[in-house]
């Protein structure tokens, strides 16, 4: 069974900050990585996906993964209050297969 | 805009009463889902519905069915709720790719 993994439980940081958020998965055949990120009161939405090993960058939003080390991450440049939300990791083998789901990091942006 | 909908967004119950959750999206989307969150838990999945009348049993699915009679629609039951079924129940619908969630229904079972 998959078990995927999010560190840490909760972050702080400045806001103009970088935020780092970080994922391990366990299964080895694993091809779909997504972050999703729900703010509070609202269903969680997607953000970004990433297939490919290496970086991903959209906007202040860069996703890296790398699959032999089982590790996906989501950085995010110029952190802005907005960006305050909890950060869900998920994984799937196959595109149309269900995603297991990481416990989700609480991202806060001090002003 | 892809759209998913919850009815209703917040409901108390009494341990033991029956209690229905609606979800609808307006994208024929063959593929959905209920979830429910817990805090610390991140999202578990309690049934997936590959179309109508085709519904499968997720992680968590004990004391909980599904009815999808129409694409569009998908509810959730809980027949005779109880204390621990307390939660945000969420609903999506799903493209190739992409998860598309609903807003949530916070449910109380007193």
């Known amino acids: 069974q998959q078990k995927v993994q999010q560190s840490p439980e909760s972050l702080i940081v400045p806001e103009g900050g970088m935020a780092s958020l970080n994922c391990t998965f366990s299964?080895?055949?694993?091809?779909y990585f997504w972050w999703y990120r729900q703010h509070s009161g609202e269903g969680p939405k997607a953000l970004m996906s990433i297939f490919s090993n290496g970086d991903k960058k959209e906007g202040r939003f860069t996703a890296h993964l790398n699959k032999a080390s089982l590790h996906v991450s989501l950085h995010i440049k110029d952190s802005q209050p907005s960006d305050s939300a909890l950060y869900f990791c998920?994984?799937?083998?196959?595109?149309?297969?269900?995603?297991?789901w990481g416990s989700g990091t609480k991202l806060i942006i001090k002003p | 805009d892809m759209k998913v909908t919850q009815m209703p967004r917040y409901l108390i119950k009494r341990m033991g009463e029956n209690v229905l959750l609606e979800c609808g999206q307006d994208m024929s989307h063959e593929t959905m889902y209920w979830y429910r969150q817990d805090p610390g838990l991140g999202l578990q999945l309690i049934y997936i519905?590959?179309?109508?009348?085709?519904?499968s049993e997720g992680d968590i699915p004990k004391g909980y069915r599904v009815s999808r009679k129409k694409r569009e629609h998908f509810s959730l039951i809980l027949d005779s709720a109880k204390t621990n079924q307390t939660s945000v129940y969420f609903c999506?619908?799903?493209?190739?790719?992409?998860?598309?969630f609903g807003p949530g229904t916070r449910l109380t079972v007193l």
């Open positions: 999506a619908s799903k493209t190739d790719y992409e998860q598309y």
């Open positions: 299964d080895r055949n694993s091809q």
């Open positions: 519905s590959y179309d109508v009348d085709s519904n």
């Open positions: 998920a994984v799937s083998r196959e595109s149309n297969y269900q995603l297991i």
